[in-house]
């Protein structure tokens, strides 16, 4: 990408659940974790409900290091966030669920923009950093 992404230039205030990716290194970051097949794969598991890491190395078939990997990955572009699933026993595990729902890329007037659009969900332990499992 010859030409840096830039915010837009726009009256009054931005929508809090968009947020304009800057930096090159922050582009970058984010289209590797997208361009990868198994971050994509994570990225669709962790839509509909947050998954720990060994969760998912059972579902996919994928070595645990490479989960925790792409998660890592994942979480440093911005796309999944970890939360803390509190078992009643005291044991506590993390889990990590996707926070996009949209990432944009558009070019105009010699510039490019890239999105990131947070996703609104009815889960009320959204909210929360941590959950109690029963």
């Known amino acids: ?5 830039t915010a837009a230039a726009g009256v009054g205030p931005r929508d809090p659940t968009v947020r ?12 590797r974790a997208l361009e990868d097949g ?17 969760e998912l190395s059972e579902r996919y078939d994928l070595p645990t290091s490479t989960v925790y990997r792409k998660l890592e ?6 796309l999944i966030e970890e939360r803390i699933r509190i078992h009643r026993t005291g044991r506590h595990v993390s ?3 996707r926070c996009v729902g ?8 010699g ?3 890239l999105e990131v659009i947070r996703r609104e969900r009815e889960d009320p332990w ?6 109690v499992e029963r």
């Open 1 to 5: 990408m010859s030409q840096a992404p």
């Open 20 to 31: 304009t990716v800057e930096t090159e290194d922050e582009v970058r970051t984010l289209l």
């Open 38 to 54: 198994d971050c994509r794969t994570i990225l669709e598991a962790t839509g509909e409900k947050a998954l720990s890491a060994t």
């Open 73 to 78: 990955r994942l979480t440093d572009a911005g």
């Open 95 to 97: 889990e990590y669920v």
């Open 102 to 109: 949209d990432v944009r890329f558009s070019v105009g007037d």
């Open 111 to 113: 510039e490019a923009e």
């Open 126 to 131: 959204w909210s929360l950093s941590a959950r």
